[in-house]
C-alpha cells in the first residue's frame, strides 16, 4: 500500500470524482462526500472570483453538519482545483480562500509550484497534481506535491496519450505515495482494475456530467448517455492543449470532427473571468460507452460500490 496522508487514509470508497470545467458545483460535491467519494470542484467555475467563498462556506458547513449528524459514516473530503498556469489571473484571491477554510485537498494542473505547495502544507492541505507523463511527475513531487493524478489517455478533457499500464508501472519505479489513475473509468470493474494495476484511486469524471446534480445542460447529459468512444475526438484547438470532446457538439457548432485544425499552445487562456470561445464544446472521456441513464449522484455511487464488490467478487472466485 501506499504512504497516504490524513486526508486520503479511510476513504469509505477508492474514488477521487475529478473537477469538472463549468459542470461541477457545491451541490454535485456534497454528493460525492456524502456518498463516500471525494468530491472535487475547479476554482474557476466560481464565477465571479468573489462566488468562491460562498462555494466553500455552503461545502464545509454541509458537509460538517452531514458529519455531525452521521459519526458512524462521514462524509468524504473535498478538493479544489486550482489552475496553476500563467494566465490564470485568480489564482492568488482562489488560494487565499482556499487558505480561509483549510481545504483538505488540492488538485493542481498546467503547472507545478513550490511556494503553492507549501502553502497548502501550512493549513494542512494536501496536493496532488495531475500529469499525463513521467517526466512531469518527476517535476511534480520534487516541487512539493504530496501525490499525483497519472491523466493516462481517453480521459476527459485535459487528457494525455500514454497507455495506462505503461505510465502507473513507471510511476511505481520510484514514487510510493498517493497516486490516482485517470482515463476511461466509469465502472466498479475499471475501479478494482486501477487499483490492480498500482493505483490507489480511480479518478473519474465523464461518468458524473450524467447526473442530476451536475451543472450541464439535459443535452449534453443524454449526448453522454447516447454515445460511446467512437464519438470522442483529441484535439488541442479549444485549450490549446490536448483533450477529448463529444464529436456531437463539435458538428452543433459548425465544424467537422474530423478535420479540425491545429491550435498554437502560446494562446492558452485560463483567465479568471474571460469569456470563453467554445464554451458549447463539450468535453468528455472514452468511457462513456458504460454510462446507460441519468440518475442521482448518490445512485451511481452505490452503482460502482455494486460493481466493485461483484469485482472482487469474480476475482476472488
Same mark, same amino acid.
Given at each position: 500500500?501506499?504512504? &497516504?496522508?490524513g486526508?486520503?487514509?479511510? &476513504?469509505?470508497?477508492?474514488?477521487?470524482g475529478?473537477?469538472?470545467?463549468?459542470?461541477?458545483n457545491? *451541490?454535485?460535491?456534497i454528493e !460525492?462526500c456524502?456518498?463516500?467519494?471525494?468530491?472535487?470542484v475547479?476554482?474557476?467555475?466560481a464565477?465571479?472570483?468573489a !462566488?468562491?467563498?460562498d462555494?466553500?462556506?455552503?461545502? *464545509?458547513e454541509?458537509?460538517?453538519a =452531514?458529519n455531525?449528524?452521521?459519526p458512524?459514516q462521514?462524509a468524504a473530503?473535498?478538493?479544489?482545483n !486550482?489552475?496553476v498556469?500563467?494566465?490564470n489571473?485568480? &489564482?492568488?484571491?482562489?488560494?487565499e480562500m482556499? #487558505?480561509?477554510?483549510?481545504v483538505p485537498?488540492?488538485i493542481?494542473?498546467l503547472?507545478?509550484?513550490?511556494d503553492l505547495?507549501q502553502?497548502?502544507?501550512?493549513?494542512?492541505g494536501?496536493?496532488l497534481?495531475?500529469i499525463?507523463?513521467?517526466k512531469?511527475?518527476h517535476?511534480?513531487?520534487e516541487?512539493g506535491? +504530496?501525490?499525483l493524478?497519472a491523466v493516462a489517455?481517453?480521459a476527459?478533457g485535459? #487528457?494525455g496519450?500514454?497507455s495506462?499500464?505503461?505510465?502507473i508501472?513507471?510511476?511505481? !519505479?520510484w514514487?510510493d505515495g498517493?497516486?490516482a489513475l485517470?482515463?476511461?473509468?466509469?465502472?466498479g470493474?475499471?475501479?478494482? #482494475?486501477?487499483?490492480a494495476m498500482?493505483?490507489?484511486?480511480a479518478?473519474?469524471?465523464?461518468?458524473f456530467i450524467?447526473?442530476?446534480e451536475a451543472?450541464?445542460?439535459d443535452?449534453?447529459?443524454?449526448?453522454?448517455?447516447e454515445?460511446n468512444?467512437? +464519438?470522442?475526438?483529441?484535439s488541442n &484547438?479549444f485549450?490549446?492543449?490536448?483533450?477529448?470532446?463529444?464529436?456531437p457538439?463539435i458538428?452543433?457548432a459548425g465544424?467537422d470532427?474530423?478535420?479540425l485544425p491545429e491550435s498554437d499552445?502560446?494562446?492558452?487562456?485560463?483567465?479568471g473571468?474571460?469569456?470563453k #470561445?467554445?464554451k458549447?464544446?463539450?468535453?468528455?472521456g472514452q468511457?462513456?460507452g458504460a454510462?446507460?441513464k441519468?440518475q442521482? *449522484?448518490a445512485d451511481?455511487v452505490?452503482?460502482?460500490k455494486?460493481? =466493485?464488490?461483484?469485482?472482487?467478487?469474480r476475482?476472488?472466485?
Open positions: 500500500m501506499s504512504r &497516504l496522508p486526508a486520503l487514509n479511510h &476513504l469509505p470508497l477508492p474514488i477521487i475529478s473537477p469538472l470545467f463549468i459542470i461541477s457545491p *451541490t454535485l460535491v !460525492q456524502k456518498a463516500g467519494v471525494v468530491g472535487s475547479p476554482a474557476l467555475n464565477r465571479p472570483a !462566488q468562491l467563498e462555494w466553500l462556506a455552503e461545502i *464545509t454541509t458537509l460538517a =452531514y455531525l449528524a452521521n458512524d462521514p473530503p473535498f478538493a479544489i !486550482q489552475i498556469h500563467k494566465s489571473d485568480r &489564482l492568488e484571491h482562489d488560494l482556499c #487558505a480561509r477554510f483549510k485537498i488540492i493542481t494542473s503547472g507545478a509550484r513550490e505547495n502553502a497548502v502544507h501550512g493549513w494542512g494536501v496536493v497534481h495531475d499525463i507523463n513521467n512531469h511527475a517535476k511534480a513531487i516541487k506535491a +504530496d501525490g493524478i489517455c481517453g476527459g485535459h #487528457a496519450v500514454k495506462p499500464f505503461a505510465l508501472q513507471e510511476i511505481r !519505479q514514487f498517493p497516486v485517470s482515463g476511461s473509468i466509469s465502472t470493474g475499471g475501479v478494482l #482494475a486501477a487499483q498500482g493505483a490507489d484511486f479518478y473519474i469524471g465523464s461518468a450524467a447526473t442530476e451543472r450541464a445542460s443535452a449534453y447529459k443524454q449526448a453522454i448517455v454515445s468512444s467512437d +464519438d470522442i475526438v483529441y &484547438l485549450t490549446g492543449v490536448h483533450g477529448n470532446y463529444l464529436a457538439s458538428r452543433a465544424m470532427p474530423d478535420n499552445p502560446s494562446k492558452m487562456n485560463f483567465g473571468d474571460k469569456s #470561445a467554445w458549447d464544446i463539450w468535453g468528455c468511457g462513456i454510462v446507460s441519468v442521482s *449522484t451511481f452505490a452503482q460502482l455494486r460493481e =466493485y464488490e461483484e469485482a472482487r467478487a476475482l476472488l472466485g
